[in-house]
């Protein structure tokens, strides 16, 4: 090792790292792999002896310089929207926006990248698919942090093999912003829209894993007591955070296995509580009105108490269109939408405001964890609808709406 080369700073503390890949990508010797920590999450790690010093992985930390610079407020647009197809909206997490968007890009002959839930590999993974069947297989929320592995490689690489072609991306804020970067460097932007999604933050897919393996031998230790002959444990086929059964406000959460419903209240609990999410998102830069994506989608809280004739138990779906493309894309799929325009003020949600707070009790969480095991944090950690972050969000837009009121 050269003793005068720089060494990249990519992080020096957790809150620093989105795990968005994109140093990786851009290093020239392909010397950043991302590990993982004792919590599961995934950082860079730096082989020195194929580092040149170029420093071009930390030019490209958007997270990092989104954090440390201010913005100029664009002009955003606003809408309340939701799909005209019932079926769409019931099987998506709010309105479904992304069905309507993905269908178009699907049917021009484009591709769509976005997260999907990998069965084999017990993973949230990012994939680049080109057809409805995958596409449906990406509706729904995912409360687990993606794998992107070597995904943004694969996305350049397809834009410059179809120069013809367009890709929609959806990803979290973080994930975007990185890639938006990227695709600036690799001059291929114009070739893609982006899409982030309003975040409460991102568990980690490492206390994922244990997790079903804790309820694969749990299931396997069942079926010996009972004396069943079969032992095979949990293999979990399909995962839902946010199923719409009892209506888009009580979301249901359950995964599937051998085509039966299978508990997973206690690892939502301790997302909604925020004891599983990465530590960046406690320091997350994107948690405000303006992004660097094309169009920001979510859900539409509190519409039924400023649109109540626009509101629908199943779901609405709150777009904010930030640039030119974004605004060309939403008039290019209008008629498949229910729409109406609205403003920043209406729908400001507590993830569009601030970011997610950090527990007092996260570290003493991750502490239990490792040394009194998950029956113990399952029985201990709990979400209690007055003190969990899920209620005091919902208590927060509850006392926006009423503020605004007072001040009309």
Known sequence: MDSKRKKPVLHEKN??????????????????????????????????????????CETVCAFKKDKDSKWDDNNVTVYAAKS?????????????????????????????????????????????????????????SKYIQAEIGNAYSE??????????????????????????????KEKVRNQVILVDLICHGVPSPGLWEKYVEYMALKEVALRVEKKVEKQNGIHIEEISFKDKRDGWKNPYVYAKSKGKEVSIKPFADWFYCNYSVRESCYECPYTRVNRRSDITIGDYWGIENILPKFYDPMGVSLVLVQSKAGKKLIQSVASELNYVETDTEKCLQPRLISPAEKPPKREKFWTDLEKKGLAYCIKNYKEESNNSVFGKAKRKIKNMLAKKKGDK
Not at 114 to 123: L, M, P, R
Not at 125 to 136: G, H, L, Q, S, V
Not at 155 to 184: P, S
């Open 84 to 140: 005209k197809e019932r079926s769409v909206i019931e099987n998506s997490s709010s309105g479904g926006v992304f069905t309507v968007l993905s269908d178009y890009f699907i049917e021009n002959g484009d591709a769509v990248g976005s997260c999907i839930y990998d069965a084999s590999k017990k993973q949230v993974r990012f994939e680049i698919y080109e057809t409805k069947r995958e596409r449906d297989r990406a509706r729904g």
């Open 155 to 184: 996305v350049i690489k397809w834009l410059k093999e179809n120069v013809n072609k367009k890709m929609l991306v959806v990803g979290t804020g973080c994930q975007i912003a990185g890639l938006n970067e990227l695709l600036y």
């Open 15 to 56: 809150g620093d790292c989105c795990a968005c890949t994109v140093c990786s990508v851009s290093c020239p010797k392909g010397a950043i792999t991302f590990k993982r920590n004792t919590e599961g999450f995934s950082y860079p790690e730096i082989d020195m002896n194929k580092c040149i010093g170029c420093l071009r």
